[in-house]
């Protein structure tokens, strides 16, 4: 699962909002954007980046976030609607296919965090906003209720800001995953389970239907 602030991190949490033209490196203008204190210290590629944006992708039409962790990396999360076919299932029940092409395996599958800041929360943001500030009351369908699947980039060979020895990044052969990269890596994460739910599945062998699903492992069974 995504690492989530706690409730003293939350609590002493100081943050912005931001209204970049575009999120970095792309032409995309995001639907929010926040720094927040999750932001690296010190000089280096993340500089003028926010630390949580969103947006919808307009191929699938399904809402993405890309939010920092609290050790400096990105994590990138799509939401699918409660009608896709993995709305529900745990990270680990994901089929590989989905997985597959991706940095990094997908390992964050939950709803949308309603009590974590906005800053920080892997939530639909324009669903809890309106004209830049949190509402102050929310119906219950005004709730987001996608399944968010998604991965961070803390692998073996990315650079997590707040994980060691920057200077020796270059030397272990660690990458600093930029916004672009996020944006990116969610992009093709969104399209992949919009092709998985349309059965364009690229392995012949597997049905990409709710068939051809594995069992049934949603969160809350047992």
Same mark, same amino acid.
């Given at each position: 699962?995504? /690492?989530?602030?706690?409730k ?45 944006? &969103? ?9 993405? @976030?890309? @939010?920092?962790?609290? $050790? ?7 939401? @699918?609607?409660?009608t ?5 299932? /745990? &990270? ?27 800053p ?32 961070? %980039? ?5 650079? @997590? ?13 660690? $990458?600093?995953?930029?916004?672009? %990269?996020? %944006?990116?890596?969610? $992009? ?5 389970? %919009?092709d ?13 239907g ?7 492992? /949603?969160e809350?069974?047992?």
């Open positions: 699962m995504a /690492k989530k602030p706690t003293t991190r939350a609590k002493a949490l100081t943050v912005s909002a931001l209204t970049p033209a575009v999120i970095p490196g792309t032409s995309v203008v995001p639907e929010a954007a926040y720094r927040n204190d999750h932001h690296p210290i010190g000089a280096g590629p993340w500089k003028g980046e926010p630390d949580k944006f &969103a947006w919808t992708d307009k191929a699938t039409g399904y809402p993405c @976030v890309v @939010v920092r962790e609290y $050790t400096g990396e990105y994590g990138a999360h799509v939401g @699918v609607p409660p896709h076919s993995l709305s529900g299932y /745990k &990270a680990k029940a994901v089929p590989g296919e989905i997985s597959e092409g991706l940095h990094r395996p997908i390992s964050s599958a939950e709803p949308c965090q309603r009590n974590a800041p906005e920080v929360s892997i939530c639909h943001v324009s669903a809890r906003i309106a004209h830049g500030q949190r509402t102050a009351a929310l119906n219950p369908q005004q709730e987001d209720d996608a399944w968010w699947l998604g991965m961070t %980039f803390d692998g073996p060979r990315d650079l @997590v800001p707040a994980g060691g020895k920057r200077n020796l990044a270059a030397e272990r052969g660690e $990458t600093y995953r930029d916004a672009k %990269f996020a %944006f990116e890596q969610a $992009t093709l994460l969104a399209r992949k389970l %919009f998985w739910e349309n059965g364009l599945s690229s392995d012949p062998t597997l049905d990409s709710p068939s051809g699903l594995p069992r049934p492992d /949603k809350g069974s047992r």
